[in-house]
């Protein structure tokens, strides 16, 4: 029986995509993953950092950090491990009010009723929210951990905010990281299997 993350593991999370729904690789989506990493204010986990890092080594002294810096944090809604996501409100330069949420696949499914495809927002459909969960499960099944962003536009008069807001949200992309294996794991996972050990993952 073994540990993973730092065991098998490098225990250096990486964001490795971000994908569209249809699985193309999409810079806004890196960009709504960066507002939300970037302003919410609690314990940022490894999987926050890992947006943070991957979006200052990439694009840092472009427009990018331009568009995000035109961004004001209005309010958040921390993460818990009932909702399984996390939002924020913010105010882009327009003045306009975005909820912009992330989280498990699943919960983000579950509060979505739209998806963005192509520049253009479409109803969400039972064919398109199970491409999205094969999509995940396809990346998961290769050792990648995903969340999904969904985002919506909020009236600018609310002044307070509730989990309740998170509903009818536009499914933007998925964000997929991956922690990868120690060589040391190459070498020994082969040779105890070889020598009949079964291994378990305590994680």
């Known amino acids: 029986c073994t540990d ?7 225990d250096k999370v990486g964001l490795q995509h971000h994908l569209n729904r249809q699985g193309a690789e999409d810079l806004s989506v890196l960009k709504y993953g960066d507002l939300n990493s970037t302003t919410q204010t609690g314990l940022k986990n490894l999987l926050d950092i890992a947006i943070l890092e991957e979006a200052d080594k990439n694009h840092r002294g472009t427009n990018f950090f331009d568009e995000i810096a035109s961004y004001h944090k209005i309010d958040e809604l921390p993460f818990d491990f009932v909702r399984r996501r996390m939002s924020v409100v913010v105010s882009d330069k327009a003045g306009v009010h975005w909820l912009i949420c992330k989280g498990a696949v699943e919960e983000i499914l579950g509060v979505s009723r739209y998806v963005e495809e192509e520049g253009k927002i479409i109803p969400m ?3 398109i929210a199970q491409e999205i969960i094969q999509l995940a499960e396809t990346m998961n099944a290769s ?3 995903i969340l999904l962003l969904g985002y ?9 905010y509730t989990k309740d807001d998170e509903q009818q949200l536009v499914v933007k992309g998925l964000l997929a990281f991956l922690d990868p294996p120690k ?11 070889k020598n009949g050990v079964q291994i378990k993952v305590i994680t």
């Open 183 to 193: 060589e040391s794991a190459y070498q020994a996972i082969p040779a105890l299997l």
């Open 152 to 160: 919506r536009k909020i009236d600018e008069t609310q002044v307070t």
């Open 125 to 127: 459909t039972a064919a």
């Open 4 to 10: 993973k993350t730092g065991t098998l593991t490098l």
């Open 143 to 145: 050792g990648f951990r």
